[in-house]
Every structure is written in structure tokens, then in C-alpha cells.
């Protein structure tokens, strides 16, 4: 799965921004600060002099960060107290503009502090994590619990038909009272109490769970004695698997490192079922399995906490504070939408097992389909259907030729993008790469930064984040990252993609753009700074691109010699695009489920610890996808989606699907990958971001309401 990077502690921290114009406001704040004031060599009390205020990495030390922290949130704090306690009526200008100006040197280092632990931790930057998280949870509601503030905000709000502000202020104004609302600011004295101490507490599970994930993923990494158990790896991936043996010292044996999601993509080519078996139970036992990184207690707390909050803002369950604020707006409308897939999907799924015990009879086998065996007979079937198997692709996805001649040359041809790299900016790995983005009028638009390969120091998955977001206000021009876990390939030897990997760098490309295009006045509506079921709609529609004829044919060219994809190959892979849809809908469809399942419960119904795995069993019992062949594409206990900024939110991504199928109908109805098409999109919502009510935006791009039909083909589900 794709995944947006909603940093798991700066989820639960909103951030204001301080315009960086002038020493004299610098100065203020620095006095203001008082105690708190850092060493006069932090980078991060200045923004950096890099274009675009891209991050000086090569001047982060460890020791910056905690310094910088304590400092950018005694700063913000002054600068809050001196608009909360201003004698002057609130204005526009006065109360919320001073507040999107507020905070800068916290924006700064939280931005690059939490890209870095999620792209390239380590015990320090973990250990500052673990101090921080209660004390940014307990800054956050020193902002939002604030009662003067709140009545500030309040009186603009109660005003704001009759204030001379333009649209996006309005929304502007909007969007702040209902944040200070849902924050509990109308809370009494007592439960504000409650609310802060469920806060910092919260934010100290979410950080433990997270580390827990990432430090289990790599102790788990399973060792195998012989190469003749990895028979039908590539040969480049057993080099790699000794190559991470020898970095454990296990000289002379393999080490398979996992992945965040369920199923490893290994097991598809393995022919030894018994290692397939190990390494999925190894696999499915992270969170639950005792010791140091067991994730029950916490995940159960958080749960139970999250809940007692919800009832404590007035809200039914967790669920519903979370959905209100998005586009679905009731726990009513996922449900539905779910229940109504999830027919569809099993049928389906029950179908493609059928044809996968079929062949395992036919080699002699003498046992019934598992999740272990899933991927390697799906394979078999895909080859035998489509008459190619995935090794037969991989020579002709290179990473370089994917990421320029196709991420690049369709940005290109939809808006009129065009790359330079560059090798002078200071990068925080060796691996990371930089690119300077110039629009159509040949102006720099962007930097964009791509780090695409896996690594012990960085979580699983894929996302996209902002270093530096853009705002007209603050004067600032976008710095966007995205991310993968692409294995990297010994030294010397070329990158070959699967084609999953290729859409993954199509999908966080889409976020990128959505950040790149983002043309507002204020910090909140930057970019990617929309609900969380239509922020993946972008990048879902960014993905069409990657199948594309034109494009396909431009990077699918074989990495030796330079010759294109053979026309009947690039035929097979359009053709199997629906290819094992109902067991990918299944995982997807029983991961979201659980989500709900978790956070549609009043706290007394939370389960303790020890019966966690079997409320999970029970929860995809009732919703009728506990299917023994397919586990959920995330198990609760390493679930870090739901832990950090999906909590009742995961449902996000077929949600967004529906708004994407119909968006690839339209393009395609208006004659595909044409400029005039880019540019309308871009107009009417990817340069929006959050100034606007999503569906707003869907509606004023696609000129209609959405269909749910476009995705029913797509996924074979009608």
C-alpha cells in the first residue's frame, strides 16, 4: 500500500508557522523564549540559506534537535500568549494570521526531525522522540485549550459573514473554530484536565508502538543456513540476502528482512514451502509474541484511550470525531461502503483460491491453499494466464529509466514539468537524491527529493512529506520528499523494479505533485492539507500514468541493451491488470475493517492484551472475511497506519479509489495525457490543497458528482 507520511507524533501536533521576514521579530522571539534558548550554532534557529530554504542537513547533529524543540515551542508559546492576551478586538489580521506566522523554529526542526525518524533514525533520535511526544501533545492543547484564544477565534467565527475576507480566509476561519472546538476548548476545567493527560499519554503509546515496529521488523529477519532453501529467489536477491548476513556477522548464511505488511513479497518466488511458512509466521507474530517489542498493551491503551476521549468531546466512539471532519463524515457512510465490497471482493477471492488449489493438485500436492502459498500459485497462474511472470518484467524497470523516462516524462507531458539533478544540496544518506523542479514558464517551481531504497534505519511502506510546504504568506516554495523500500541491489548491479514498485513511485509522485502545485496564501491549506479520504485521490489518478501506453513504452526499455518491452509482453501486463483483484481487495477490505473495529467501541468494550488477537478473529468473523487463505494485509499489533494518522482512516484508500476510477474515466474521455487536461486539474484541485471543501473541488474538476462504477470495473467486483 501507498502510503501518505502523516508523521505518527505530528499528527496530534498542529504546527503553526512564523513568517521568517525580519531580525526584529527574530530578536522579540528570542527574548520571549527565555530559558529555553538554544546554543547561538543551532541550524535550526535561522531558516536555512539554501534555495528554497531547502534543509541543511550536513549542519543536523543529534544533539540539535531536543535543544531546538524546548526553544520552538517556548517561542510559539510567547507568541500565542501575546495574541490570546492582546487588549485590541480580534481581527482577521491579528488573531489567525498571527497564528499561521507563529511557531517557526518548531515547524522547522519538527519537519526535518520526524522525516528523519522515519527515513533514517537511530537510538538518539529515537530516545528524543520517546522525550517529546508528551511534551508536543501538551503544547498542542497549551494552544487549543487556551480560553482567551478560543475566544478570539470564537468571535471572528460568530463575525465572519460580515468580515471583507476573501474565500480561503473564510474557510480559513472556519476550519479554525471547529478545530478549537473538536480540541475540547469548550470543555470544563476539570475535563481539559482529563484531555491533557490523555494526550501526553497517547502520544507516549503511538511513539512505543512505532519503535516497537521498526526495531521487530529487523530482529525478526529471518536466517537461512543453505542456498539451496532460497531455490527460485534471483540470484541478486540471494547476493543480497548474504550480503545482510554478513552485515549480522552470519557469514556463510542468508538473512530475508521483512517488510511492514503481512504477506513478504519473497514467498512468491520461493519454492521451499516450509521456508514460505517460517517466514510468514515470523511475519504475522510481530506485536504479539512476548518481550520487548510486544505491541498488545499498548495498542489496547491507545484504543481504550482514544475512545475515552471521543465520549469526553461528546462524540459517540472514536470513529466518529475522526469522520467527522472528513469527507465520508459519519461511521455509517464507511460501513456501508465497506459492506458493500465486501461481497463482491470474497466471491472473488474464493474464485481465484479455487484456481490456485487447482493447480496445486495438479503439481501432486497433497494440501490445502495457505496464506504462505498464495503468492507463489498466483504467480504460476498469472504465467500460465498471461503467459509471464514477474522475472520476466524486472529487466525492463530500471529505477532511473522508471523515475526520468516515466514518473518524469508524464509530469512533463500532463503539466509541463522538467528535472535537473542536483548533486550540491546536502542529502542525510548517501543513497537520497535531489531534483530541482522548473515549470512550464521554466521558473523554479520546487525541490524534490527521492530516497527510494530500503534500509535498517527507515520504517516500511511508502510516503511522501514536506520539508519546507508552501504558503504565500510565509513566502515559501515547496520541498517535497517521497520514499519507498526498494531493495538495493549489490554494488555495480542495476535497480530492477517489480511493476507493484513502479505504481508505488507513480502513487507518492502524485502526493508530490499535490504538494509541488500547492499555490495558498496560508500554511494550513498547504499541499497535502486535505481529508484524509481525499488525500490519497491525487496520487491514486497519478497512477493511471504508469500503464499508460505512451508512457510505458518511453521507460519500459531493457536495462543491458536498450531495446523497448516486446509489444505482446507490455499486452500481458495491461491485460493483467485485474489479475488477483478479489484477494487484493480481501487484505485491504479486512485491514480497514479492523480499523473500524477498533475505534467504533466505547471504551469499557476495548479488550485487554491478552485477548486482543481474539477480538481481531471476531471482528473479521462478523464482517464475513475471515478467510483462512488471506490474513489481513496488517495485523492490529504492527498496524502503525492506525496507530499514527489512519485511525479510523484506513478506509481512506478505497474511498479515494472511487473519487481516482472516475477521474481516470474522465482523462480518458478528454483524450488522456494532454496538457489541457493537466492544467484543468491542476487549476481547479491540485493547487487548492485544503483552501476549499474537498468535494468541492471534485466537483468544480469533474464537473459531476462521483460514481462508484468506474471502480467496480476496475477491480472486477461488478
Not at 519537519?111 to 508536543?136: C, G, H, I, Y
Not at 534505519?457 to 519507498?484: C, F, I, T
Request: hydrophobic residues 40%.
Amino acid at each position: 500500500m501507498r502510503v501518505l507520511s502523516i508523521l505518527l507524533i505530528a499528527v496530534f501536533f498542529l504546527a503553526f508557522s512564523c513568517n521568517p521576514s525580519g531580525t526584529n521579530q527574530t530578536n522579540r522571539s528570542l527574548s520571549q523564549a527565555g530559558e529555553h534558548e538554544p546554543p547561538d550554532d543551532n541550524p535550526f534557529l535561522e531558516a536555512s540559506e539554501l534555495q528554497f530554504k531547502y534543509p541543511a542537513f550536513d549542519t543536523f547533529e543529534e544533539h540539535h534537535y531536543a535543544p531546538a524543540f524546548e526553544f520552538g515551542m517556548a517561542q510559539q508559546a510567547a507568541e500565542i500568549e501575546s495574541i490570546a492576551n492582546a487588549t485590541d478586538d480580534p481581527t482577521f489580521e491579528n488573531t489567525l494570521v498571527a497564528m499561521e506566522r507563529s511557531g517557526q523554529v518548531l515547524d522547522r526542526v519538527r519537519r526535518v526531525f520526524f522525516a528523519l525518524t522515519s527515513a533514517n533514525t537511530n537510538d538518539a533520535l529515537d530516545a528524543v522522540n520517546t522525550e517529546m511526544a508528551p511534551k508536543l501533545a501538551a503544547h498542542r492543547d497549551l494552544i487549543y485549550l487556551n480560553e482567551k484564544l478560543f475566544r478570539r477565534v470564537e468571535a471572528l467565527y460568530n463575525e465572519r459573514d460580515r468580515l471583507n475576507v476573501d474565500e480561503e480566509a473564510h474557510h480559513l476561519i472556519e476550519k479554525y473554530y471547529k478545530d478549537f472546538i473538536r480540541a475540547g476548548a469548550q470543555l470544563s476545567g476539570a475535563d481539559k484536565d482529563r484531555l491533557k493527560e490523555i494526550n501526553g499519554e497517547i502520544a507516549e503509546l503511538q511513539t512505543k508502538f512505532s519503535q516497537n515496529v521498526l526495531k521487530e521488523v529487523n530482529d525478526l529477519a529471518v536466517v537461512v543456513d543453505s542456498r539451496d532453501e532460497l531455490e527460485g529467489m534471483s540470484e541478486a536477491s540471494i547476493e543480497r540476502a548474504a550480503e545482510e548476513a554478513t552485515s549480522r556477522d552470519l557469514d556463510g548464511k542468508y538473512v530475508i528482512t521483512l517488510r511492514n505488511t503481512s504477506i513478504q513479497p519473497v514467498v512468491s518466488s520461493l519454492e521451499n514451502r516450509d521456508l514460505r511458512k517460517r517466514i510468514f509466521e515470523a511475519s504475522l507474530s510481530r506485536g504479539s509474541r512476548g518481550g520487548e517489542f510486544d505491541n498488545r498493551e499498548a495498542l489496547t491503551e491507545v484504543a481504550r484511550l482514544r475512545a475515552e476521549r471521543a465520549q469526553l468531546l461528546g462524540y459517540e466512539n472514536h470513529a466518529a470525531f475522526i469522520l467527522e471532519a472528513q469527507t465520508a463524515k459519519t461511521q455509517e457512510a464507511v460501513n456501508e461502503r465497506l459492506a458493500t465490497l465486501v461481497p463482491p471482493a470474497v466471491r472473488n477471492a474464493q474464485k481465484e483460491a479455487a484456481d490456485l488449489q487447482q493447480v496445486i493438485g495438479s503439481e501432486g500436492g497433497d494440501f490445502d491453499l495457505a496464506p504462505w502459498d498464495w503468492a507463489f500459485y498466483a504467480e504460476k497462474v498469472r504465467k500460465a494466464r498471461y503467459d509471464f511472470d514477474e522475472s520476466e518484467l524486472k529487466p525492463y524497470l530500471e529505477l532511473d529509466n522508471v523515475l526520468q523516462k516515466g514518473v518524469f516524462v508524464a509530469a512533463n507531458k500532463l503539466y509541463g514539468l522538467s528535472f535537473e539533478e542536483r548533486t550540491d544540496l546536502p542529502v542525510y544518506h548517501p543513497d537520497v537524491r535531489v531534483f530541482e523542479v522548473f515549470d512550464v514558464d521554466g521558473t523554479s517551481l520546487s525541490l524534490f527529493i527521492g530516497d527510494f531504497y530500503a534500509r535498517q534505519s527507515k520504517r516500511g511502506g511508502a510516503w511522501m512529506n514536506a520539508y519546507v510546504p508552501q504558503s504565500d504568506l510565509l513566502e515559501n516554495q515547496p520541498v517535497v520528499a517521497n520514499h519507498q523500500n526498494i531493495t538495493k541491489p549489490p554494488e555495480g548491479e542495476p535497480t530492477l523494479m517489480t511493476f507493484s514498485e513502479v505504481i508505488t513511485m507513480f502513487h507518492e509522485f502524485g502526493h508530490a505533485l499535490h504538494g509541488m502545485f500547492s499555490d495558498v496564501t496560508y500554511p494550513t491549506f498547504t499541499g497535502t492539507s486535505v481529508p484524509r479520504d481525499f488525500v490519497e485521490y491525487p496520487s491514486q489518478v497519478n497512477e493511471m500514468w504508469a500503464s499508460w501506453p505512451e508512457i510505458l513504452k518511453n521507460y519500459a526499455v531493457h536495462y543491458e541493451t536498450g531495446e523497448p518491452m516486446p509489444a505482446e509482453l507490455l499486452e500481458k501486463v495491461l491485460a493483467a491488470q485485474k489479475f488477483n483483484q478479489g484477494y487484493a481487495t480481501t487484505e485491504y477490505l479486512a485491514a480497514s475493517l479492523l480499523d473500524q473495529s477498533w475505534h467504533q467501541i466505547p471504551p469499557e468494550d476495548v479488550p485487554d492484551a491478552e485477548d486482543l488477537l481474539a477480538f481481531e478473529a471476531a471482528a473479521l468473523e462478523s464482517a464475513g472475511i475471515a478467510l483462512d487463505a488471506i490474513p489481513p494485509r496488517y495485523r492490529s499489533t504492527y498496524f502503525s497506519h492506525i496507530i499514527g494518522g489512519y485511525s479510523a482512516g484506513y478506509y481512506s484508500y478505497i474511498w479515494s479509489e472511487v473519487l481516482d476510477a472516475d477521474t481516470v474515466v474522465w482523462f480518458k474521455e478528454n483524450g488522456g495525457l494532454l496538457r489541457e487536461n493537466g492544467d484543468h486539474f491542476r487549476e481547479t484541485l491540485l493547487s487548492r490543497g485544503g483552501s476549499a471543501d474537498a468535494m468541492t473541488l471534485f466537483k468544480n474538476f469533474r464537473g459531476a458528482e462521483p460514481s462508484i462504477e468506474p471502480l467496480l470495473e476496475r477491480r472486477g467486483l461488478n
